[in-house]
Nanobody
Framework: QVQLVESGGGLVQAGGSLRLSCAASGRTFSNYAMGWFRQAPGKERDIVAAVSWTGDTTRYADSVKGRFTISRNNAKNTVYLQMNTLKPEDTAVYYC????????????WGQGTQVTVSS
């Protein structure tokens, strides 16, 4: 089992920045690819970004390319999502997840953190 706890969400104005963190415990963190997902009200949960267990490979949703950066620190068992130039449409609950590869499957999930971007 891997336990994941997200933090860093909040309310920010459009154009602002936030950094989300996801702390992992349990099984060896560095064995897993990590992903950030988001779910807006009435919408499906979509992937935002993912990073391989080495940190060498990343992938992003087209809607966040050039604005968001995913990174990980295996020594701290933590994955980050730096979000810049935020837009109101980025408003959602953000979840981190651990899985086999950057394309899934993702088997372990955090509880989510709310990000609200005001216009």
């Amino acid at each position: 089992q891997v336990q994941l706890v997200e933090s860093g969400g909040g309310l920010v104005q459009a154009g602002g920045s936030l950094r989300l963190s996801c702390a992992a415990s349990g099984r060896t963190f560095s064995n897993y690819a990590m992903g950030w997902f988001r779910q807006a009200p009435g919408k499906e949960r979509d992937i935002v970004a993912a990073v391989s267990w080495t940190g060498d490979t990343t992938r992003y949703a087209d809607s966040v390319k050039g604005r968001f950066t995913i990174s990980r620190n295996n020594a701290k068992n933590t994955v980050y999502l730096q979000m810049n130039t935020l837009k109101p449409e980025d408003t959602a609950v953000y979840y981190c997840a651990a899985g086999a590869t950057t394309r899934g499957p993702f088997n372990y999930w955090g509880q989510g953190t709310q990000v609200t971007v005001s216009s």
